[in-house]
T-cell receptor, first 112, second 115 residues
C-alpha cells in the first residue's frame, strides 16, 4: 500500500526567504512522486514530478524537490518566496497505474 | 485554448435531489477522472474512465454515477444516496491511464453545497 504524509499543514514565510514544504511517502514499489499547487478555488497545477530519473527535480516557478530513498522523503524547496507563491501544495505518490495518493496539503502563507 | 472546463462553478442542491456536474476537455485525452476535495484533506478519487463507454470506480464511488458517451465529456451525477455531498469537485484528464507517466490536467472545480 502506498501513502503520503505532508508533515506541516501550514507554513508561513516572509517574502524573499526560503521555502521548505516537507513530504514523506510509503510505497512497496519504486514510486513516482509529484508536487501540485492549488490557488484558492482553482484546479491543481503540476509543479514537478519524479519518475526514477535524476533525484533532484526542477519544476516551474523556481521550485525544486529532491527524492531521497533512504529517508523516503520528497521535500519541496524554493530559495526565495514570492507573494504569488501563497497557495495550497499537495504531495502525491503513485506506484501503480492509475493509483495516485494525495497528501492532505500544506498551506503556504507569504508575509510581506 | 486547450483545457478542461467545469460547470457550474458554484452549485446549490436541496437534500434528496440529484445533481449533475459537467466536465469537458478539448485536449484529446483518453483518460478522465473525478476527485472530491474536502477541507484539510487531499483529493480522493471518485471515478475514472480510460476510454469512451468504459469507467471504473475509485475509492469513494458510493452515491455517485458517471457516463462517458463522448471522449470530450465525463459528467458526474451526485445522487441523493450520497450522504455528505458538500465538497469541492475536481475533474482531470490525462493522455493515458498510466498516471506515473502522463500528467493530469485539472479543471477549475465545482463547489457543491447542499442546503
Amino acid at each position: 500500500a502506498q501513502s503520503v504524509t505532508q508533515l506541516d499543514s501550514h507554513v508561513s514565510v516572509s517574502e524573499g526567504t526560503p521555502v521548505l514544504l516537507r513530504c514523506n511517502y510509503s510505497s512497496s514499489y519504486s514510486p513516482s512522486l509529484f508536487w501540485y499547487v492549488q490557488h484558492p478555488n482553482k484546479g491543481l497545477q503540476l509543479l514537478l514530478k519524479y519518475t526514477s530519473a535524476a533525484t533532484l527535480v526542477k519544476g516551474i516557478n523556481g521550485f525544486e524537490a529532491e527524492f531521497k530513498k533512504s529517508e523516503t522523503s520528497f521535500h519541496l524547496t524554493k530559495p526565495s518566496a514570492h507573494m504569488s507563491d501563497a497557495a495550497e501544495y499537495f504531495c502525491v505518490v503513485s506506484d501503480r497505474v492509475n493509483d495516485m495518493r494525495f497528501g492532505a496539503g500544506t498551506r503556504l502563507t507569504v508575509k510581506p | 485554448d486547450g483545457g478542461i472546463t467545469q460547470s457550474p462553478k458554484y452549485l446549490f442542491r436541496k437534500e434528496g435531489q440529484n445533481v449533475t456536474l459537467s466536465c469537458e476537455q478539448n485536449l484529446n485525452h483518453d483518460a478522465m477522472y473525478w476527485y472530491r476535495q474536502d477541507p484539510g484533506q487531499g483529493l480522493r478519487l471518485i471515478y475514472y474512465s480510460q476510454i469512451v463507454n468504459d469507467f471504473q470506480k475509485g475509492d469513494i464511488a458510493e452515491g455517485y454515477s458517471v457516463s462517458r458517451e463522448k471522449k470530450e465529456s465525463f459528467p458526474l451525477t451526485v445522487t441523493s444516496a450520497q450522504k455528505n455531498p458538500t465538497a469541492f469537485y475536481l475533474c482531470a484528464s490525462s493522455k493515458g491511464l498510466a498516471v506515473s507517466y502522463n500528467e493530469q490536467f485539472f479543471g477549475p472545480g465545482t463547489r457543491l453545497t447542499v442546503l
